[in-house]
């Protein structure tokens, strides 16, 4: 198992640097493929015949050594032999040091193509067939191995990670674009609206997001073990539950002014906060249908419907705001109507997506919806709690700041950079549901191998991009901040954090994605006890001393939290290695099976 990781990881990196190398070689392996194209067919027919004929021998045993070299790319290492033929079982996928992938009639044409892990352009999404008939990946036991899988599972992660990074940033986009619209009619309109989006909102928002990740568990579990039919029952008993999470955070809204100057806002800025985050009720319902829905298509990677859902949304949501303040002069309150329209624009036209397209989940609404309400919560809470406690757990660190001296300068440097870090974060969200959808289709479908595969490679990718992103900030520590505002002081303040900045990155491009793992194995409840504990109970603590008592200031406060982060990202890590993968797909299968509230333990089985 351990050379198995080891042959992974660094396949992953060669993998990342083939990639960025291989554009300088495509028309060459383009030209190459072609040439293929035809000695690939008759092979791949020899070798169904010889599937179906009585042996290896006789007259199949004309395929020579050239032609093998020929189909793979001159990847394989096959006995030589004295002969000038080698028999067609050496062909076999068992046999092969890279996996033999082929199209058994379920997937598109491209999936013929005989992996390499070099020239193929399009990998396939079959795994290759073993004696047994399972459909897992073999074992590992070489490099080139190792380098297929990680292209095969690279193309399946950013083909699910890329459509929903993409709708992620329409809605960041929604949030932002609001935001200038009500700037441009007063500084007063702008902090006030800023205030109930980024406070009021986005907790209602993180909080529904969390309660609705259940359903990443449920659903990918399911659809991995060909239950679909169970997938639109799950959504609907998902809108429920959120629903009435939606009638229980409305206090939250309609007193908000109260609770806005209990915090020292300021009287105008928290009436008018107030007053927006009323009007944007709504919208907030709208979420209730948005999320359960959204996690319903990734779970069965629909995933493209998303991003063009979320691009028409963006543009129609700019056309609103410019009617309604514009045109209409409704200030505030039209860009509030406006919020609302795009929020039920986008939940409704996920729905009308999944009445039309998605008939195998969709059979229309249900009262076994309202079946096992409670156990569906309990899981749904689990998620919820751990989301947040991530989420609030970067607030807190702003929250700190501004209590320093020379607040001003700290709150704003501090600010900057977790602007930075949050639009890498919108990439990482992308992955970290990406990696959520394949953990849990490959237990639902009982594939441990896969899964475990599936993680190692996107936890090698993400540290990589992790690294790069690091590296550009510490090159450009002096200069970023330049994008943000025009003070010396500020720009000499933010170069300062950029190391910490660097470090955070490197762990944010790692620890969302250990939580997807999380949410796809169901380990939702442990992961929010961890949380608990190396956020709160170590992480925090740690930097409120080094920030106050030891008088380090937001580098003191910056640089216990990221412990804390380190050290929940550690035990993750350990968690997820000693995790006992055949274990978590037999209890995935068990959980699809037998889903009904009963008490389930939903804690990673570990292997010793």
């Known amino acids: 198992m351990y050379n198995e990781r080891k042959l992974l990881l660094a396949s992953s990196l060669s993998f990342m640097i083939h990639a960025f190398r291989s554009t300088r070689y495509a028309a060459d392996r383009d030209e190459a493929s072609r040439r ?9 027919s020899l070798i169904k015949e010889d599937k179906s004929g009585n042996g290896s021998g006789g007259s199949h045993d004309i395929v020579g050594k050239e032609l093998v070299e020929l189909e793979v790319g001159r990847r394989l290492s096959l006995p030589r032999s004295s002969t ?13 040091e890279a996996p033999l992938l082929l199209n058994n009639g379920d997937d598109c044409a491209d999936h013929t193509s005989i992996e390499t892990g070099e020239v193929l352009h399009h990998a396939p999404t079959t795994l290759a067939s073993g004696e047994d008939g399972s459909t897992d990946y073999p074992k590992v036991t070489n490099f080139y191995e190792a380098k297929s899988i990680c292209w095969i599972e ?4 950013w083909n699910i990670a890329g459509p929903i990074a993409f ?3 329409c809605v960041y986009g929604i949030n932002s674009v609001t935001q200038i619209f009500v700037g441009h009619i007063g500084d007063v309109q702008l902090s006030a609206i800023a205030i109930a989006m980024s ?3 986005n907790f209602s928002f993180g909080f529904l997001l969390g309660m609705g990740s259940a359903l990443e568990t449920l659903c990918g579990q399911a659809f991995g073990a060909g239950q679909i039919f169970m997938l639109g029952v799950y959504m609907q008993r998902s809108w429920i539950i959120l629903l009435v999470t939606c009638i229980i955070l409305c206090p939250i809204y309609i007193f908000s002014t109260p609770v806005l100057k209990l915090l020292g806002q300021e009287d105008d800025i928290a009436d008018l906060a107030g007053r927006f985050a009323i009007q944007i009720i709504p919208q907030m319902f709208s979420l209730a249908i948005n999320f359960p829905t959204q996690k319903f298509l990734q779970s069965q990677s629909k995933v493209a419907a998303l991003a063009y859902i979320g691009f028409v949304a963006l543009v129609f949501h700019v056309f609103l705001l410019w009617l309604f303040i514009y045109v209409f002069g409704w200030g505030t309150g039209g860009a509030a109507f406006a919020y609302d329209i795009s929020g039920w624009l986008v939940a409704l036209s996920q729905v009308a997506y999944v009445v039309r397209y998605c008939k195998d989940g969709w059979h229309g609404l249900s009262m076994l919806a309202f079946n096992e309400i409670w156990a569906f919560v309990r899981l749904s809470l689990a998620s919820a709690v751990m989301l947040c406690l991530e989420v609030w757990y970067m607030m807190v660190l702003v929250v700190l700041t501004g209590h320093l001296k020379n607040a001003v300068i700290a709150v704003g440097s501090i600010s900057i950079c977790m602007n930075i870090n949050g639009w890498e974060a919108m990439l990482f969200i992308g992955i970290n549901a990406a990696i959520s959808v394949r953990v849990s289709n490959e237990l639902g479908s009982g594939h441990a191998r896969a899964a475990k595969y599936s993680v190692i490679v996107v936890i090698a990718e993400s540290l990589l991009i992790g690294i790069f992103f ?19 002081e500020l720009q000499k303040a933010v170069s300062h954090l950029a190391p910490l900045l660097g470090v955070t990155m490197v762990l944010n491009s790692v620890q969302p994605v250990i939580s997807g793992v999380a949410v796809g194995g169901g380990w939702q409840a442990l992961v929010a006890y961890i949380n608990l504990a190396c956020y709160y109970v170590f992480g925090l603590p740690l930097g409120f001393l080094l920030g106050y008592v030891l008088k380090w200031g937001v580098q003191g406060i910056w640089v ?18 000693r995790t006992n993968w055949n274990t978590e797909a037999a209890q995935a299968s068990e ?11 939903l804690s990673p089985t570990l292997s010793h």
């Open 36 to 44: 293929k194209s035809a000695s690939t067919s008759s092979l791949i």
């Open 560 to 577: 216990g939290m990221l412990w804390g982060t380190a050290l929940q990202t550690a035990v993750l890590l350990v968690i997820i290695w």
């Open 591 to 601: 959980r699809v099976r037998m889903w009904g509230g009963v008490d389930e333990d």
């Open 154 to 157: 690279s193309i399946k992660l």
């Open 84 to 96: 000038a033929t080698t028999p067609l079982s050496y062909l076999r996928p068992e046999i092969m």
């Open 470 to 488: 690091m590296a550009l900030i510490l090159v450009t520590k002096d200069d970023f901040a330049v994008i943000f505002t025009s003070s010396k």
């Open 199 to 201: 406070v009021i909102s």
């Open 167 to 169: 709708n992620i940033l």
